[in-house]
């Protein structure tokens, strides 16, 4: 298998039957692959049976169906596994499995690095290295599916978020393709509500989303005025709250979506007052807006602190009282750094130093 030959992991279905109609071959051959890739994380051209052997010659020699490689694999107390993997030119991203009582949840990277510059967030310190292509997106899930099939027997993917490394949006059109694969009946046959997309902000991309997919929407708000957000979440100075939530509304709207979800991370004495509950209050009261706080994890190298359960509960009350769903997020992988705005794979090209020594054993890997 030539590495230059094109993969056709993560070819959305149309795409992919037009190249089978542009080699010859009959549209339906899309469906027979997309079976065998998601449906059973098969990628061993000699297994698909129901490939004639001549076709699966020709593809076996002109077209690839190449994973992201596993560079190293880390499994926490509490049954989180994170994996470090390898896309080429030692650029390595991460990729989190979740699992709970009745669901498993992947969180995936769609970006090397992250170019928002968020101050809290570990990724966000490495700078942006490139877009992953919506094989590599695609790829993460067949890659765990076989992964956790294989070593962990009852484990499985039911959900899938875009909260590992990078912005999402800012890789636009490899996400959309991704989303199409992960949400076809004849991809991972996700239901809409069961993808979801975590997005720092970007309204014009937010405003696109809506035209063409219709995928669950979460924002990290982290701050409920605009002089704190524009600090916290940097590309708030372009697109400030009002902006941000009047898209998400829209989107919410023209999705038929039942609510837009709100990451709030909880930084001790920096967002966690009753006030500032009172004004995020303000901002969602009357909208369809569920809120999510997050224990912070911490990222050494950042000015910030965990807030105290106390004070989380208090400001979750607050947001209860006046109508709003508030869940707070356990933490989960901590032992094994891959809870969330942990992740830090490793950029050859980094544009900005110094890693904190968290993240240097992943560094020290290349
Ligand atoms: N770039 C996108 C998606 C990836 S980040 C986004 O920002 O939404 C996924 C989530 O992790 C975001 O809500 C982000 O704010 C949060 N996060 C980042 N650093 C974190 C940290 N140190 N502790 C807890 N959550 C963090
Ligand atoms: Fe990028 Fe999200 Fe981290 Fe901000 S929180 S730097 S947008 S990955």
Redo the contacts with the bound molecule.
């Keep these: 298998m030539a590495a230059s030959n094109q993969n056709l992991i993560g070819l959305p279905r149309a795409e992919l039957e037009n190249w089978f109609a542009a080699t010859g071959e009959k549209p339906f051959r899309a469906r027979q692959l997309m079976r065998w890739l998601y449906e059973r994380g098969e990628v061993d051209w000699t297994a698909m049976s129901d490939l004639s052997l001549n076709l699966r010659e020709t593809l076996a020699t002109s077209v690839s169906l190449q994973l992201p490689a596993v560079d190293t694999r880390a499994q926490s107390a509490d049954g989180t596994v994170k994996w470090s993997l390898d896309v080429g030119s030692g650029q390595r991203v991460e990729m989190v499995f979740i699992p709970e009582a009745r669901r498993g949840t992947l969180?995936v990277s769609?970006q090397v690095g992250?170019a928002?510059d968020?101050p809290?967030?570990?990724?966000?310190r490495q700078g942006f290295n490139r877009n992953l292509s919506a094989a590599e997106i695609v790829g993460q899930v067949v890659l765990a599916g076989r992964e956790l099939g294989l070593e962990q027997g009852a484990s499985r993917v039911t959900n899938v978020?875009?909260?590992?490394?990078?912005?999402?949006?800012a890789n636009f059109r490899e996400l959309v393709r991704a989303c199409d694969v992960l949400t076809d009946d004849f991809g991972f046959g996700l239901s809409r509500r069961r993808v979801t997309v975590?997005?720092?902000?970007l309204v014009p991309q937010i405003d696109r989303l809506a035209a063409v997919s219709n995928v669950a929407l979460?924002?990290?708000l982290?701050a409920a005025t605009d002089d704190l957000r524009d600090e916290l979440?940097p590309i708030n100075r372009k697109h400030p709250i009002a902006e941000l939530l009047a898209a998400c509304w829209d989107y919410a709207a023209r999705t038929n979506s039942k609510q837009v979800t709100f990451?709030y991370?909880m930084l001790d004495g920096v967002n966690d007052s009753l006030g500032q509950a009172r004004q995020l209050a303000s901002l969602l009261q009357g909208h369809p807006a569920k809120v999510n706080l997050?224990?912070?994890?911490?990222?050494a190298g950042?000015p910030?602190g965990r807030t105290p359960q106390p004070r989380v509960d208090a400001f979750r009350k607050v947001l209860m009282d006046r109508g709003i769903v508030t869940v707070t997020r356990r933490p989960r992988g901590d032992d094994i750094d891959a809870?969330?705005?942990?992740?830090a794979g490793s950029l050859r090209n980094k544009v900005r130093t110094p890693l904190s020594e968290k993240t240097m054993h992943t560094v020290n890997r290349t």
């Design positions: 969180c769609s992250c928002m968020c809290f967030c570990a990724t966000g978020v875009f909260m590992g490394m990078g912005e999402p949006l975590s997005t720092s902000g979460a924002i990290s982290h979440v990451e991370i997050i224990p912070f994890n911490p990222v950042t910030y809870a969330c705005g942990q992740l």
